[in-house]
Structures are given as C-alpha cells and as structure tokens.
C-alpha cells in the first residue's frame, strides 16, 4: 500500500516553475531518498507533503488523503501523521532532552504525564540516549543532539516521516549512526519514508530507492544497486561528485564581455 504518492505534480513560483510533472510513490516500510542539485526542487517537494504549499497541478496524496484538498482542521489532523527532520534539527534550548522529547506529546495529545513519561523513556531509549534524559542541549554533542531531534520526530508515532538533510555538519561515526537509526526506526515502526539529501554514500547504504531531481523532474530512479549501475550522465555525476556534467558548473548568464559592458 502506497502511504505516499505524488501524481504528476507541477508546481511554480509565480513565473517560476520549479517541479514538472513529477510522480513517485513511498510504500509502508519502505525508504527512499531524493538526491538533486541545489535549486532542483527538494525542499519544495518536501512543503507539498506537509501542505506549507499546495501543486498548481496533480496531487499529493498521503495515507489515503489528498493533501491540497483539505480544509485548514484536516490539514492540522494530518500532519500528525507527519514526522520531520531538518538540517540541524534545532532542540529548544531552554528545554531538557526529555521535555524537548515530551513537547509534542504535551502539544498534541491528552496524555496523563504518566504515559508521556513512559513514551518519551521509549523514545529515547531507541536513539540510544535514554541516559541523558536530563541534560540539556547545550551539553549534547551535534550527533546526539540530532539524535534527540530524531527522538522527538518520532514521538507520535508518525506514519510519514520527512528528513531534509539529516546529515549536514555530522562527523563520520555520527552520520553513519543516525543513517542506522534512520532505517531501524522505519522498520520498527513500519513507517514511510523520504530522506532528501546530497550525501550518496551514506544514503546508498540505507536506502530501498533513490530519486534524482533535476531541473524539477525526476531524471532517473532505481534501488542502490540500479543506481550504482547506472550509466545515466547525471546519475554518474551526481555518485562521482564531478562539478561538471548535465548539471552544469555555470548558470546560464549573458556574455561575460556583454555583462563587463565591454565591445570589441
Ligand atoms: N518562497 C520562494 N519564492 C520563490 N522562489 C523560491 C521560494 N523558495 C524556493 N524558491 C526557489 O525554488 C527553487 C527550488 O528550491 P528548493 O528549496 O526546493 O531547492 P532544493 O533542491 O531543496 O535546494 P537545496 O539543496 O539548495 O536546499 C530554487 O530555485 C529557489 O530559489
């Protein structure tokens, strides 16, 4: 069962068209990454599953709903079954590591204190940081406090979970300790989902699919060992770092003579 479909969704702003016809699909359990070069459209695809923007064209349909069809209510009842992770996954500062875990609980259920004790202790437990449950965020290094942000992501147990680059500014042992976490929670909590990220490596090694942007379409798809593979010009590009190729080093500008106002 598909929790998350996009059908041939178009989206602009203004005059500037920045997602083409674009159509992907995320089961239950599965984990998928989007790679694209800066500006291709990402972060936008991310925002059309949260409903922040909604697609001039096709829909967005999350676990049986179409999200640019819901009233302001349904839209608020579905996102929580949204979990997000964003760059830096900022924690509040003023807060412990548990009641930064224990925020969404308290904001979005009834839950006596009892029970959001015990959830948060589970939450944290399954990041592995259970024992820093009192600290703050100013004494937690950057991979646990990504840890942490990861923990309160989870703490309604989402259906959807959405990582835009999960891995920014992490050292090596961290990034491939959140990257196994990443996948052991989604296979745990039989969740879906889409990690948008520049890092290959790392999203090769946990991921079921991968999506390539470009210029707003998607250019090429396939599993890790498709896409190692492949011999698309822009998937090559993209795995083998190379600053030239379909995706050009240059944007496009007027003659650099013309833009100096030199003649000749
Ligand atoms: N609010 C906005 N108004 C107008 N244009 C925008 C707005 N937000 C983003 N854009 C443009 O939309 C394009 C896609 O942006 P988006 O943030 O989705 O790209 P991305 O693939 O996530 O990039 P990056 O990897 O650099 O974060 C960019 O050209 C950007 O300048």
């Known amino acids: ?47 059309l599953i949260g409903g922040q923007l909604q697609a001039q064209q096709g829909a967005v349909w999350l676990d049986g709903q179409n999200v640019g069809q819901l009233n302001e209510h349904d839209l ?24 930064n875990v224990a925020f969404p609980l308290r904001e979005r259920t009834q839950l006596p204190e009892s ?55 992490l050292d090596p042992i961290s990034l491939a300790t959140v990257g196994k976490l990443i996948r052991e929670l989604n296979d745990a909590l039989g969740t879906a989902s889409i990690v948008v990220t520049h890092d290959v490596a790392e999203s090769l090694a946990i991921v079921d699919y991968v999506y390539f942007l470009a210029d707003g379409c998607v250019v090429a798809e396939g599993t890790p060992a498709e896409v ?9 590009q993209f795995i083998h770092a190379r600053p030239d190729g379909p995706l050009p080093f240059h944007k496009p ?12």
Do not use: W
């Open 1 to 47: 069962m598909n929790l998350l479909e996009f059908q041939n969704v178009s989206f602009s702003y203004a005059e500037n068209q920045i997602l083409r016809d674009v159509s992907l699909s995320i089961r239950r359990g599965q984990l998928v990454a989007i790679m694209g070069g800066s500006g291709s459209g990402k972060t936008t695809l991310l925002k």
């Open 76 to 99: 608020y009842q579905m996102r929580r079954k949204l979990g997000m992770l964003f760059q830096f996954g900022a924690l509040f500062t003023d807060l412990s590591v548990f009641d």
């Open 115 to 169: 029970m959001i004790k015990d959830l948060v202790l589970m939450k944290l437990e399954a990041v592995g940081l259970r024992g820093a449950a009192q600290q703050m965020p100013h004494e937690l290094s950057g991979g646990m406090a990504r840890r942490v942000a990861l923990a309160r992501a989870i703490a309604l147990d989402p259906a959807v979970m959405l990582y835009d680059e999960p891995f920014t500014g």
């Open 228 to 236: 190692k593979a492949s011999t698309h010009p822009f998937v090559q």
């Open 253 to 264: 500008a007027v003659p650099y003579a013309e833009q100096l106002g030199l003649t000749c």
